[in-house]
């Protein structure tokens, strides 16, 4: 245990050392090699709503341009002869009269400074998005994006229906088609999570089918690091969830690991070394900060923490909460497209429901069922914790619940014989 400890500690700082030089590296590209790109993006930007719906009608296709313009105002302000401290402060152009797509404009068009900070991310997605304005513009980066997620998808399905893993293949499906995956690639704040839990969910798969017994330590220690380097606040927790689950069933049905306290166990240390990992790392920038800098920033960490969990919409802490869990489930779909939509997903519900008691088993592992109910919740628990930000910020926190639809799935599988089906087909085959 010592031994991982210190492994664990060695990496984590590490990973500080290299990520941050990352965004370093990326802050050197002078802004002239980027104006050109920088400038087409705020204009298309401006041409276009700050959250407008490609479905009209549907929260769950609501697009979020205003975070965008956010991070390309910062990328534009970073500063190539000073490159660690805008890197750590992280400013951009800001004026109260104008949305941020018009300040992103104005600041490029007339060379305008940063006046506002905001040190409490990382941003890292920036180093991946500067270089990349050197050949592209916002509409590019989009298309990239979408690209690289198509792969990713066809690769870790491709990977599960090679290996015979169906069930976790359509949990899988399943769950990007639930949450409207198709939507992602429009948004650069909706997109890193996803890229990152599906190339975790490869990567853990591969893992998990050689038996790799270190999976859950350092695996997900790196997977909370770069969710909180690359994550905007938006679906952080599909990054330990989805691959949590593809790794435990493969334990279970692959490397006959049955024992409920052994699974609960690797279960704990992933979650614990994803939020190591992911908390260190906020806590990480927050020190650099403040020593890069010079200056006190628990300040500007107090309000943020108090403005995501609490807030004041005019309406009473129990109806917050509720309305949090409640708006995030509407978002899913079928449900958030119109009367139809809900009434195909109370169907198919009820159809679920029917199969797992009608075609249920005789013996059923409760520790197996108990293992993904655990973590088909986290979702619901963060909505419940920063209920406040969940509550406003539905139309992408939503997805977030890719994780608890694989979780059914699973959990239909534990509870279903499905010997069942194919006796009753062989039966109606009979003359």
């Known amino acids: 245990m010592k031994a991982i400890r210190k492994n664990s500690i060695f990496v984590f700082f590490m990973m500080i050392i290299l990520l941050t030089g990352l965004l370093v590296l990326s802050a050197k590209i002078p802004q002239s090699f980027i104006k050109e790109n920088v400038q087409e993006s705020a204009k298309y930007l401006c041409d276009g709503e700050l959250f407008g719906q490609v479905t009209d009608g549907v929260r769950g296709s609501r697009i979020d341009r205003y975070a965008d313009s956010i991070l390309l105002a910062i990328a534009w302000q970073y500063d190539s002869t000073h490159p660690l401290r805008s890197v750590m402060r992280s400013a951009y152009y800001y004026t109260e009269y104008r949305n941020e797509n018009e300040n992103l404009l104005e600041a490029v068009a007339n060379d305008y400074g940063a006046n506002r900070q905001y040190m409490r991310y990382w941003h890292g997605s920036i180093a991946i998005v500067r270089p990349l304005l050197v050949f592209f513009s916002l509409p590019g980066i989009y298309l990239v994006n979408g690209v690289i997620l198509a792969v990713l998808v066809v690769w870790l399905l491709a990977i599960l229906i090679k290996n015979r893993l169906y069930v976790p293949a359509i949990g899988v499906a399943a769950g990007l088609a639930m949450t409207a995956s198709?939507?992602?690639?429009?948004?650069?704040?909706?997109?890193?999570?996803?890229?990152?839990?599906?190339?975790?969910?490869?990567?853990?798969?591969?893992?998990?089918?050689?038996?790799?017994?270190?999976?859950?330590?350092?695996?997900?220690?790196?997977?909370?690091?770069?969710?909180?380097?690359?994550?905007?606040?938006?679906?952080?927790?599909?990054?330990?969830?989805?691959?949590?689950?593809?790794?435990?069933w493969v334990d279970?049905?692959?490397?006959?690991?049955?024992?409920?306290?052994?699974?609960?166990?690797?279960?704990?240390?992933?979650?614990?070394?994803?939020?190591?990992?992911?908390?260190?790392?906020?806590?990480?920038?927050?020190?650099?900060?403040?020593?890069?800098?010079?200056?006190?920033?628990?300040?500007?960490?107090?309000?943020?923490?108090?403005?995501?969990?609490?807030?004041?919409?005019?309406i009473g802490p129990g109806q917050y909460i509720i309305g949090a869990v409640c708006n995030n489930v509407k978002c899913l779909f079928p449900f958030g497209y119109g009367?139809?939509?809900?009434?195909?997903?109370?169907?198919?519900?009820?159809?679920?429901?029917?199969?797992?008691?009608?075609?249920?088993?005789?013996?059923?592992?409760?520790?197996?069922?108990?293992?993904?109910?655990?973590?088909?919740?986290?979702?619901?628990?963060?909505?419940?914790?920063?209920?406040?930000?969940?509550?406003?910020?539905?139309?992408?926190?939503?997805?977030?619940?890719?994780?608890?639809?694989?979780?059914?799935?699973?959990?239909?599988?534990?509870?279903?014989?499905?010997?069942?089906?194919?006796?009753?087909?062989?039966?109606?085959?009979?003359?």
Request: charged residues 15%.
């Open 252 to 314: 279970i049905h692959r490397n006959g690991n049955s024992s409920g306290r052994s699974l609960l166990s690797k279960a704990g240390k992933a979650a614990l070394n994803w939020g190591f990992g992911y908390v260190g790392m906020w806590v990480m920038k927050w020190v650099l900060a403040a020593i890069v800098l010079q200056e006190n920033v628990m300040p500007y960490i107090a309000e943020h923490i108090g403005e995501r969990i609490g807030g004041d919409i005019g």
């Open 182 to 248: 198709w939507y992602v690639p429009l948004s650069l704040e909706y997109t890193w999570t996803y890229l990152l839990m599906l190339l975790l969910s490869i990567i853990g798969v591969k893992l998990a089918l050689r038996e790799n017994r270190n999976c859950p330590g350092i695996f997900f220690l790196i997977g909370g690091i770069v969710t909180n380097y690359l994550d905007f606040l938006t679906t952080e927790t599909l990054t330990l969830t989805v691959p949590l689950l593809l790794i435990l």
């Open 339 to 431: 009367g139809a939509g809900m009434f195909a997903g109370m169907v198919l519900l009820l159809i679920v429901a029917y199969v797992g008691y009608v075609y249920h088993k005789k013996h059923i592992c409760p520790e197996h069922i108990l293992l993904y109910v655990l973590i088909g919740l986290l979702p619901y628990i963060r909505y419940i914790v920063l209920h406040n930000h969940s509550y406003l910020h539905c139309f992408f926190t939503y997805r977030a619940q890719m994780a608890t639809i694989l979780a059914i799935v699973l959990i239909l599988e534990e509870l279903t014989d499905w010997r069942w089906f194919s006796h009753e087909n062989a039966g109606k085959r009979k003359p």
